[in-house]
């Protein structure tokens, strides 16, 4: 393979792209965006669980990244989904940085101030909807 190509299949690849198929001077990537758990959460209460499940099939189905990489003229050529590879290479510092802290603290104590958070806003969320049906 190539070797600017191999370098920037690793380095995708550290950001979660697998390969599916590759020739010496092509590479096919896919991944699949992350679930996100606090919409999840959200459409469930807004909708009493049928917007959940509204969620992760609206998830399933559009969650399929893919991303094509040749080699033309000695320069390397993506195309595909990259947007999602722009956004993923500005924040990769940030993934580094959390790929680093679950790897050094575990994973449970390294998302416990995300997981309290959430906690926190559900339970401002439901003292609202408590107010207001006490005001109502």
């Known amino acids: ?26 590479v096919a990537l896919g991944m699949r965006s992350p679930f996100s758990w606090l919409w999840f959460a959200f459409w469930f209460l807004c909708f009493l669980g049928f917007g959940a499940l509204m969620y992760f099939f609206w998830w399933l189905s559009t969650s399929k990244k893919s991303l094509f ?25 940030q993934i580094i940085r959390a790929r680093q802290e679950i790897s050094e603290k575990g994973f449970f104590k390294a998302v416990l101030p995300s ?9 401002v969320w439901f003292f609202i909807i408590w107010l207001l049906a006490e005001i109502f």
């Open 115 to 123: 997981v309290l958070a959430f906690i926190v806003v559900l339970a």
């Open 69 to 93: 990489l040749s080699v033309q003229g000695g320069e390397v050529v993506t195309s595909g989904d990259t947007f999602y590879v722009t956004q993923q290479e500005a924040r990769a510092e």
């Open 1 to 26: 393979m190539d070797p600017a190509l191999s370098e920037k299949v690793l380095r995708l690849s550290n950001f979660g792209w697998e390969v599916k198929s590759h020739t010496e001077k092509s």
